[in-house]
Protein backbone atom coordinates (compact mmCIF):
# COMPACT_ATOMS: atom_id res chain seq x y z
CA UNK A 1 0.00 0.00 0.00
CA UNK A 2 1.47 3.55 -1.22
CA UNK A 3 2.26 5.98 1.92
CA UNK A 4 2.84 9.78 1.80
CA UNK A 5 6.39 8.62 2.99
CA UNK A 6 6.57 7.26 -0.48
CA UNK A 7 4.84 10.27 -2.40
CA UNK A 8 7.36 12.03 -0.79
CA UNK A 9 10.33 10.33 -1.47
CA UNK A 10 9.16 10.25 -5.27
CA UNK A 11 8.47 14.25 -5.06
CA UNK A 12 11.92 14.71 -3.20
CA UNK A 13 10.10 16.51 -0.71
CA UNK A 14 9.98 16.13 2.75
CA UNK A 15 6.99 14.55 4.22
CA UNK A 16 5.00 17.14 6.24
CA UNK A 17 5.74 19.15 2.40
CA UNK A 18 3.69 16.54 0.78
CA UNK A 19 1.50 16.74 3.41
CA UNK A 20 0.65 20.66 2.89
CA UNK A 21 0.73 19.65 -0.89
CA UNK A 22 -1.57 17.19 -0.52
CA UNK A 23 -3.69 19.30 1.55
CA UNK A 24 -3.77 22.28 -0.77
CA UNK A 25 -1.94 24.45 1.70
CA UNK A 26 -0.42 27.61 1.02
CA UNK A 27 2.82 26.73 2.63
CA UNK A 28 4.12 25.04 -0.43
CA UNK A 29 4.26 26.59 -3.91
CA UNK A 30 2.01 25.86 -6.65
CA UNK A 31 5.43 24.39 -8.32
CA UNK A 32 5.96 22.18 -5.34
CA UNK A 33 2.65 21.11 -5.15
CA UNK A 34 1.82 20.27 -9.08
CA UNK A 35 5.19 17.77 -8.49
CA UNK A 36 3.69 15.99 -5.40
CA UNK A 37 0.73 15.84 -6.81
CA UNK A 38 1.57 14.14 -9.97
CA UNK A 39 3.76 11.19 -7.78
CA UNK A 40 0.57 10.42 -5.65
CA UNK A 41 -0.88 10.25 -9.45
CA UNK A 42 1.78 7.99 -10.51
CA UNK A 43 1.91 6.02 -7.38
CA UNK A 44 -1.65 5.47 -6.96
CA UNK A 45 -1.57 7.23 -3.76
CA UNK A 46 -5.03 7.27 -1.75
CA UNK A 47 -5.19 9.23 1.66
CA UNK A 48 -5.82 7.40 4.96
CA UNK A 49 -9.00 9.23 5.68
CA UNK A 50 -9.17 7.63 9.39
CA UNK A 51 -5.74 9.26 10.26
CA UNK A 52 -6.46 12.35 8.26
CA UNK A 53 -9.70 12.96 10.31
CA UNK A 54 -8.19 11.49 13.46
CA UNK A 55 -6.20 14.54 13.11
CA UNK A 56 -8.67 16.97 12.30
CA UNK A 57 -10.93 15.10 15.41
CA UNK A 58 -13.61 15.10 12.67
CA UNK A 59 -15.60 12.13 11.02
CA UNK A 60 -16.99 14.57 8.27
CA UNK A 61 -19.80 12.44 9.03
CA UNK A 62 -23.04 13.32 9.87
CA UNK A 63 -25.97 10.64 11.41
CA UNK A 64 -29.20 9.89 10.55
CA UNK A 65 -31.06 8.09 12.96
CA UNK A 66 -34.37 6.97 12.33
CA UNK A 67 -36.88 4.64 14.26
CA UNK A 68 -37.60 2.23 10.98
CA UNK A 69 -35.14 2.39 7.76
CA UNK A 70 -37.47 0.60 5.98
CA UNK A 71 -41.44 2.09 4.51
CA UNK A 72 -42.53 4.80 1.93
CA UNK A 73 -42.09 7.79 5.37
CA UNK A 74 -38.67 7.94 5.27
CA UNK A 75 -36.99 7.65 2.11
CA UNK A 76 -38.11 11.50 1.22
CA UNK A 77 -36.33 12.42 5.05
CA UNK A 78 -32.86 10.72 3.92
CA UNK A 79 -32.88 12.20 0.67
CA UNK A 80 -33.12 15.69 1.84
CA UNK A 81 -30.55 15.12 4.30
CA UNK A 82 -28.40 13.17 1.86
CA UNK A 83 -28.42 16.22 -0.30
CA UNK A 84 -27.52 18.76 2.30
CA UNK A 85 -24.77 16.49 3.73
CA UNK A 86 -23.14 15.86 0.34
CA UNK A 87 -22.95 19.46 -0.61
CA UNK A 88 -21.10 20.19 2.35
CA UNK A 89 -18.87 17.97 1.48
CA UNK A 90 -19.54 15.37 4.25
CA UNK A 91 -20.71 11.46 4.17
CA UNK A 92 -24.15 10.43 5.87
CA UNK A 93 -25.03 7.09 7.92
CA UNK A 94 -28.03 6.17 8.86
CA UNK A 95 -29.26 3.41 11.10
CA UNK A 96 -31.89 2.41 13.09
CA UNK A 97 -32.61 3.45 16.59
CA UNK A 98 -34.54 -0.08 17.50
CA UNK A 99 -33.07 -1.03 20.86
CA UNK A 100 -32.84 2.14 22.13
CA UNK A 101 -29.66 1.78 24.56
CA UNK A 102 -28.42 -0.91 23.10
CA UNK A 103 -28.65 0.16 19.25
CA UNK A 104 -25.96 0.98 16.79
CA UNK A 105 -27.38 4.53 16.66
CA UNK A 106 -27.23 5.17 20.94
CA UNK A 107 -23.32 4.00 20.18
CA UNK A 108 -22.73 6.44 17.58
CA UNK A 109 -24.05 8.95 19.98
CA UNK A 110 -21.97 8.05 23.04
CA UNK A 111 -18.82 7.46 21.30
CA UNK A 112 -19.28 10.60 18.90
CA UNK A 113 -18.31 8.25 15.72
CA UNK A 114 -20.43 11.17 13.57
CA UNK A 115 -19.63 15.22 13.64
CA UNK A 116 -24.06 16.18 14.34
CA UNK A 117 -27.04 13.37 14.60
CA UNK A 118 -30.20 13.89 13.39
CA UNK A 119 -32.52 11.63 15.24
CA UNK A 120 -36.04 10.61 14.80
CA UNK A 121 -37.38 7.49 17.41
CA UNK A 122 -38.27 7.58 20.88
CA UNK A 123 -36.28 4.96 22.21
CA UNK A 124 -34.02 6.77 23.01
CA UNK A 125 -34.88 8.98 25.85
CA UNK A 126 -34.00 12.59 26.30
CA UNK A 127 -31.84 12.87 29.25
CA UNK A 128 -29.13 10.76 27.45
CA UNK A 129 -29.69 12.88 23.89
CA UNK A 130 -28.86 16.00 26.10
CA UNK A 131 -26.18 14.35 27.98
CA UNK A 132 -24.41 13.16 24.63
CA UNK A 133 -25.20 16.89 22.26
CA UNK A 134 -22.30 19.96 22.89
CA UNK A 135 -20.94 22.57 21.03
CA UNK A 136 -19.12 20.25 18.50
CA UNK A 137 -21.70 17.36 18.14
CA UNK A 138 -24.77 18.87 17.81
CA UNK A 139 -28.18 17.08 17.88
CA UNK A 140 -31.74 17.75 16.47
CA UNK A 141 -34.85 15.68 17.11
CA UNK A 142 -37.56 14.91 14.86
CA UNK A 143 -40.58 13.74 16.79
CA UNK A 144 -39.98 15.29 20.07
CA UNK A 145 -39.82 18.90 22.16
CA UNK A 146 -36.35 19.08 23.52
CA UNK A 147 -34.62 21.93 25.04
CA UNK A 148 -31.06 22.00 25.06
CA UNK A 149 -28.19 24.32 24.36
CA UNK A 150 -27.07 22.14 21.62
CA UNK A 151 -29.77 20.11 20.98
CA UNK A 152 -33.21 21.91 18.54
CA UNK A 153 -36.48 20.48 17.57
CA UNK A 154 -37.66 20.54 14.02
CA UNK A 155 -41.13 19.43 14.28
CA UNK A 156 -44.26 19.25 11.97
CA UNK A 157 -47.12 20.67 13.08
CA UNK A 158 -49.04 17.71 13.96
CA UNK A 159 -52.15 19.39 15.96
CA UNK A 160 -52.43 21.93 12.89
CA UNK A 161 -52.90 19.03 10.09
CA UNK A 162 -55.25 16.97 12.41
CA UNK A 163 -57.27 20.12 12.80
CA UNK A 164 -57.30 20.39 9.08
CA UNK A 165 -58.39 17.27 8.32
CA UNK A 166 -61.43 17.42 11.08
CA UNK A 167 -62.48 20.38 9.66
CA UNK A 168 -62.43 19.09 6.49
CA UNK A 169 -64.84 16.21 7.08
CA UNK A 170 -66.95 18.26 8.97
CA UNK A 171 -67.87 20.64 6.38
CA UNK A 172 -68.53 17.77 4.25
CA UNK A 173 -71.27 17.17 6.92
CA UNK A 174 -70.02 13.83 8.69
CA UNK A 175 -70.69 14.25 12.63
CA UNK A 176 -69.40 10.35 13.66
CA UNK A 177 -66.01 10.69 13.24
CA UNK A 178 -63.80 7.96 14.40
CA UNK A 179 -59.97 8.21 15.46
CA UNK A 180 -57.52 5.76 13.93
CA UNK A 181 -54.17 5.65 16.34
CA UNK A 182 -50.37 5.03 16.01
CA UNK A 183 -48.54 4.26 19.22
CA UNK A 184 -49.72 6.06 22.07
CA UNK A 185 -46.39 6.90 23.24
CA UNK A 186 -45.59 8.05 20.15
CA UNK A 187 -45.16 12.33 19.93
CA UNK A 188 -46.40 12.91 16.31
CA UNK A 189 -49.68 10.58 17.31
CA UNK A 190 -50.14 11.97 20.67
CA UNK A 191 -50.35 15.88 18.95
CA UNK A 192 -52.28 14.44 16.06
CA UNK A 193 -54.81 13.03 18.82
CA UNK A 194 -54.76 16.41 20.39
CA UNK A 195 -55.52 18.10 17.09
CA UNK A 196 -57.82 15.54 16.78
CA UNK A 197 -59.98 16.37 19.63
CA UNK A 198 -59.75 19.97 19.67
CA UNK A 199 -61.41 20.56 16.04
CA UNK A 200 -64.64 17.72 16.98
CA UNK A 201 -64.69 19.77 19.81
CA UNK A 202 -64.56 23.31 17.88
CA UNK A 203 -67.13 21.64 15.37
CA UNK A 204 -69.44 20.46 18.11
CA UNK A 205 -69.06 17.02 17.58
CA UNK A 206 -69.03 14.28 19.89
CA UNK A 207 -65.70 12.00 20.64
CA UNK A 208 -66.95 8.66 20.75
CA UNK A 209 -64.10 6.39 22.44
CA UNK A 210 -65.20 3.29 20.92
CA UNK A 211 -64.35 4.62 17.47
CA UNK A 212 -60.65 5.66 18.59
CA UNK A 213 -58.72 2.27 17.41
CA UNK A 214 -54.86 1.45 17.22
CA UNK A 215 -53.46 0.59 14.78
CA UNK A 216 -49.58 1.07 15.38
CA UNK A 217 -48.71 3.16 12.46
CA UNK A 218 -48.92 -0.06 10.26
CA UNK A 219 -50.50 -0.89 6.94
CA UNK A 220 -51.26 -3.99 9.03
CA UNK A 221 -52.36 -2.51 11.94
CA UNK A 222 -54.84 -0.13 10.29
CA UNK A 223 -55.89 -3.21 8.30
CA UNK A 224 -56.54 -5.47 11.93
CA UNK A 225 -58.36 -2.03 13.75
CA UNK A 226 -61.00 -1.73 11.43
CA UNK A 227 -61.33 -4.98 10.94
CA UNK A 228 -61.91 -5.21 14.59
CA UNK A 229 -64.67 -1.71 14.18
CA UNK A 230 -66.21 -4.01 11.23
CA UNK A 231 -66.35 -7.10 13.97
CA UNK A 232 -68.32 -4.68 16.48
CA UNK A 233 -71.15 -3.30 14.37
CA UNK A 234 -71.82 0.47 14.22
CA UNK A 235 -69.24 2.62 12.01
CA UNK A 236 -68.25 5.70 12.50
CA UNK A 237 -69.00 7.91 9.08
CA UNK A 238 -65.33 8.73 8.97
CA UNK A 239 -62.32 7.98 9.99
CA UNK A 240 -59.14 10.32 10.26
CA UNK A 241 -56.05 8.00 10.14
CA UNK A 242 -52.90 9.47 11.96
CA UNK A 243 -51.08 8.09 9.18
CA UNK A 244 -50.75 7.08 5.39
CA UNK A 245 -49.84 3.31 5.79
CA UNK A 246 -52.70 2.55 8.68
CA UNK A 247 -55.13 4.37 6.37
CA UNK A 248 -54.20 1.94 3.22
CA UNK A 249 -54.43 -1.06 5.49
CA UNK A 250 -57.58 0.19 6.46
CA UNK A 251 -58.85 1.48 3.10
CA UNK A 252 -58.13 -2.73 1.74
CA UNK A 253 -60.38 -3.91 5.32
CA UNK A 254 -63.37 -1.76 4.27
CA UNK A 255 -63.01 -2.81 0.01
CA UNK A 256 -63.14 -6.11 1.18
CA UNK A 257 -66.33 -5.57 3.05
CA UNK A 258 -67.71 -4.36 0.17
CA UNK A 259 -68.08 -0.95 2.60
CA UNK A 260 -67.93 2.00 -0.54
CA UNK A 261 -65.26 4.34 0.07
CA UNK A 262 -66.51 7.41 1.11
CA UNK A 263 -70.07 6.62 0.06
CA UNK A 264 -70.49 4.58 2.96
CA UNK A 265 -67.74 5.74 4.85
CA UNK A 266 -65.27 8.80 4.71
CA UNK A 267 -61.42 8.28 5.06
CA UNK A 268 -58.52 10.76 5.58
CA UNK A 269 -54.86 10.09 6.30
CA UNK A 270 -51.79 11.81 7.54
CA UNK A 271 -48.06 12.21 5.51
CA UNK A 272 -48.85 12.17 1.95
CA UNK A 273 -46.72 9.51 1.16
CA UNK A 274 -46.59 8.47 -3.29
CA UNK A 275 -49.05 5.40 -2.99
CA UNK A 276 -51.94 7.94 -1.25
CA UNK A 277 -52.29 9.15 -5.15
CA UNK A 278 -52.62 6.29 -6.28
CA UNK A 279 -54.95 4.69 -4.49
CA UNK A 280 -58.94 4.00 -5.33
CA UNK A 281 -59.96 5.74 -4.33
CA UNK A 282 -57.67 8.38 -4.18
CA UNK A 283 -56.63 9.12 -0.30
CA UNK A 284 -57.34 12.61 0.89
CA UNK A 285 -54.38 13.40 3.12
CA UNK A 286 -52.49 16.20 5.29
CA UNK A 287 -49.32 16.67 3.00
CA UNK A 288 -46.30 17.16 5.54
CA UNK A 289 -43.03 18.50 4.04
CA UNK A 290 -40.77 15.02 4.53
CA UNK A 291 -38.02 16.44 2.19
CA UNK A 292 -37.61 19.54 3.71
CA UNK A 293 -37.81 18.30 7.06
CA UNK A 294 -34.87 16.37 6.43
CA UNK A 295 -33.03 19.32 4.62
CA UNK A 296 -34.11 21.80 7.43
CA UNK A 297 -32.84 19.61 10.24
CA UNK A 298 -29.13 19.18 7.94
CA UNK A 299 -28.60 22.88 7.74
CA UNK A 300 -29.28 23.27 11.37
CA UNK A 301 -26.42 21.05 12.29
CA UNK A 302 -23.56 22.47 9.73
CA UNK A 303 -25.23 26.62 11.41
CA UNK A 304 -24.36 24.83 14.74
CA UNK A 305 -20.89 23.27 13.53
CA UNK A 306 -20.05 26.57 12.11
CA UNK A 307 -20.78 28.03 15.25
CA UNK A 308 -24.39 29.68 15.18
CA UNK A 309 -26.73 29.26 18.19
CA UNK A 310 -28.93 26.76 17.92
CA UNK A 311 -33.08 27.61 17.65
CA UNK A 312 -34.92 25.20 20.44
CA UNK A 313 -37.85 24.85 18.41
CA UNK A 314 -38.93 25.22 14.63
CA UNK A 315 -42.03 24.34 13.09
CA UNK A 316 -42.65 23.02 9.84
CA UNK A 317 -46.37 23.90 8.00
CA UNK A 318 -48.65 21.20 6.52
CA UNK A 319 -51.13 21.39 4.17
CA UNK A 320 -54.58 19.07 3.93
CA UNK A 321 -54.01 17.71 0.15
CA UNK A 322 -57.73 16.93 -0.55
CA UNK A 323 -58.49 13.69 -3.05
CA UNK A 324 -61.59 11.20 -3.52
CA UNK A 325 -61.70 9.50 -0.26
CA UNK A 326 -64.19 12.01 1.51
CA UNK A 327 -66.33 12.42 -0.93
CA UNK A 328 -67.13 16.24 -2.65
CA UNK A 329 -70.96 16.42 -1.03
CA UNK A 330 -72.32 17.16 1.86
CA UNK A 331 -74.01 14.14 3.25
Known sequence: MTTIKDVAK???VAISTASYALNNSPKVSAKTRERVLKAAEELGYCPNGVARNLKKNKTET???????????????????????????????????????????AYRF????????????????PDDLILKAARQDFPIVVLDRELQGDYVCSVLIDNSEGACQAVNHLSKLGYRKIGYLSGPTNSYDNQQ?????KKALQDNN??????????????ENGGYHAVKMLLAGGQLPEAIFSANDEMAIGAMCALQEAH?????????VGFD??????????????????????????????FQALEGDVLTNIVRLPVELVIRESCGVNLK
Open 272 to 301: DIRLASYMKPQLTTVAQPKYEWGTMATHII
Open 192 to 196: RFEGF
Open 259 to 267: VRIPEDLAI
Open 10 to 12: KAQ
Open 109 to 124: LQEKRVDGAILLGSSI
Open 205 to 218: IPYISRWNVQGKFT
Open 62 to 104: IGLFLNDLGGPFYSEIVQGAQEVVSSNGYDLVACSTYGGVDST
